[in-house]
């Protein structure tokens, strides 16, 4: 699964700030309650939104066809 980017979780955890509700932001993003509450205690926590990496290692395969390209 990719990673959100960081323009649309500023635009979700804004929305928040702002009043709006979850069950709003919900329909207008596309985002699930529990994407939105790490988005916002994200930002409560390291003051940025970037994608933190994925876990595990990157396949040997995926490797070398980022080589090749």
């Given at each position: 699964m990719k990673a959100s980017s960081t323009g649309l979780r500023e635009r979700v955890v804004s929305g928040v700030e702002e009043g709006h509700s979850w069950e709003g932001m919900v329909h207008?993003?596309?985002?699930?309650?529990?994407?939105?509450?790490?988005?916002?205690?994200?930002?409560?926590?390291?003051?940025n939104l970037v994608p933190k990496p994925l876990p595990g290692l990157q396949t040997v395969k995926e490797e070398a066809l980022r080589a090749g390209l």
């Open positions: 207008r993003f596309g985002a699930t309650h529990m994407t939105i509450k790490q988005y916002t205690k994200q930002l409560q926590g390291t003051e």
